[in-house]
């Protein structure tokens, strides 16, 4: 099994998980134009939903990553 197949299958199961988080974390509220900073509650620490905001950020990016990489990779053969 070659790198861009590991790859591949990395970014499908990626690509699975943004998916399932942005349905999981989906609000009705969501195009009323709420700030999109972290919020904490008054005791200071962050919040269930800030958690989900962050892992949804760093799964967007990983898949960003592996699409780019797997371009490069799928141009260089």
Known sequence: MSIYNVLLVLSVI???????????????DAMSG???????NFKGKAGFDDYMSRATFILGALF???????NF???SK
């Open 73 to 75: 990779l799928a141009s």
């Open 14 to 28: 990626v690509a699975i998980l943004l998916v399932l988080m942005v349905l999981f974390t989906g609000k009705a």
């Open 64 to 70: 960003i990553s592996l699409m780019f990489l797997l």
């Open 34 to 40: 709420g700030g999109g900073s972290i919020r904490t």
